[in-house]
């Protein structure tokens, strides 16, 4: 049995950068829930279409297209350690996250929640579209993502609590010094599984 570890957070707090770290760090596979909804935008499929719509205003894609989507490749990935990112972001998504990583062998043992201010997360988003010309990283669509996801939904964060695998890190940081608290708990999560 291995184990995958979920982040929590909004846009900006440094979710993607921290993946990699635990790629490289520890072999997880990074499963990006907004990467993967632009592959399907960009590949033109029946459920990219629907998306786009969504992603394009900042909004969430309803559950079932995002949830179809990111199960697929964790199927793909089944028996490896896994890092989630970006997902779930309802509480809907958590249920069908658990049960397939569970089914993929790879059950999820450590949530982190990213706490980050919400006027270094605007700075950050800002600077992020300036450098990538992402669509959905213009300034107006910022305000929207933020308002939509800059702090963890309450209910989210009750899930994983429940669950008895909720951790937070503080996300403000330089990347290697968030790196180093998260490896922390990563270690200590590996060493229980
Ligand atoms: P991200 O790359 O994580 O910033 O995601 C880009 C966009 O994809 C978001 O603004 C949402 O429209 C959509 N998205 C990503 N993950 C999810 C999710 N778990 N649930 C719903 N929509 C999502």
Do not use: C, W
């Not at 993946?19 to 997880?28: E, M, Q, V, W």
């Not at 980050?116 to 990538?132: E, G, N, P, T, Y």
Request: aromatic residues 4%; positive net charge.
């Amino acid at each position: 049995m291995t184990l995958s570890v979920v982040f929590l957070g909004p846009p900006g707090a440094g979710k993607g950068t921290q993946a990699a770290a635990l790629a490289d760090r520890f072999g997880f596979i990074p499963v990006n829930s907004g990467a993967l909804l632009r592959e399907e935008v960009e590949t033109g499929t029946r459920m990219g279409q629907v998306a786009a719509a969504y992603m394009e205003r900042g909004d969430l894609v309803p559950d079932e297209i995002v949830t179809a989507v990111v199960l697929r490749r964790v199927a793909g990935h089944s028996g490896h350690r896994m890092v989630l990112d970006g997902f779930p972001k309802t509480t809907a998504q958590a249920v069908a996250m658990r049960d397939a990583l569970t089914a993929a062998r790879s059950p999820a043992r450590l949530a982190v929640e990213f706490a980050i201010d919400r006027d270094v997360l605007r700075q950050r988003l800002l600077r992020r579209a300036r450098q990538q010309h992402r669509t959905d990283d213009r300034p107006a669509t910022i305000g929207r993502r933020l308002a939509a996801f800059a702090t963890t939904p309450a209910p989210l964060l009750d899930f994983y609590r429940d669950e008895g695998i909720l951790a937070t890190v503080d996300a403000s940081p330089t990347p290697v010094e968030v790196a180093s608290a998260l490896t922390a708990l990563v270690a200590a999560a590996i060493d229980r599984t």
